[in-house]
C-alpha cells in the first residue's frame, strides 16, 4: 500500500506562487508516473500534469503550460508542483496521483484559491 500525502496549497491573490508537495510512503515502487489533478467546484477531476519515475519525461495540460513545472525527489520520496501567475481559475482541490501498472492511488487534496 502506498500512503500520499499532499500539502502546500492556501489562499492567495492572482499572480502569486505556490508550490505544492507530495509525500509518498509506505510499500514504494521503482516505476511508474506521478501526476497532479485538479477539481474545481461542481467540476470533474481534471488532469494538471504527470512526471515519470526518472523525471525525464513531464507532461503539462494546456491550460498550465508555462506557469507550473512538476518536478521530484526520488530520495524524499516527494513529487513537487511549482505554480507560478496563477489565475482565479486555478483554484480547485489538488490530487497527487499515482499510478503503477494497473494500480492508482490517490492523496486526500489539497485546497488552492486564487483571489482576484
Known amino acids: 500500500q502506498v500512503q500520499l500525502v499532499e500539502s502546500g496549497g492556501g489562499l492567495v491573490q492572482a499572480g502569486d506562487s505556490l508550490r505544492l508537495s507530495c509525500a509518498a510512503s509506505?510499500?514504494?515502487?521503482?516505476?511508474?508516473?506521478t501526476g497532479w489533478f485538479r477539481q474545481a467546484p461542481g467540476k470533474e477531476r481534471e488532469y494538471v500534469a504527470a512526471?515519470?519515475?526518472?523525471?525525464?519525461?513531464?507532461y503539462y495540460t494546456g491550460s498550465v503550460k508555462g506557469r507550473f513545472t512538476i518536478s521530484r525527489d526520488n530520495v524524499r520520496s516527494t513529487v513537487y508542483l511549482q505554480m507560478n501567475s496563477l489565475k482565479p481559475e486555478d483554484t480547485a482541490v489538488y490530487y497527487c496521483?499515482?499510478?503503477?501498472?494497473?494500480?492508482?492511488?490517490w492523496g486526500q487534496g489539497t485546497q488552492v484559491t486564487v483571489s482576484s
Open positions: 512526471i515519470s519515475w526518472s523525471g525525464s519525461s513531464t
Open positions: 496521483n499515482y499510478k503503477f501498472r494497473t494500480i492508482t492511488y
Open positions: 509506505g510499500r514504494t515502487f521503482s516505476g511508474g508516473v
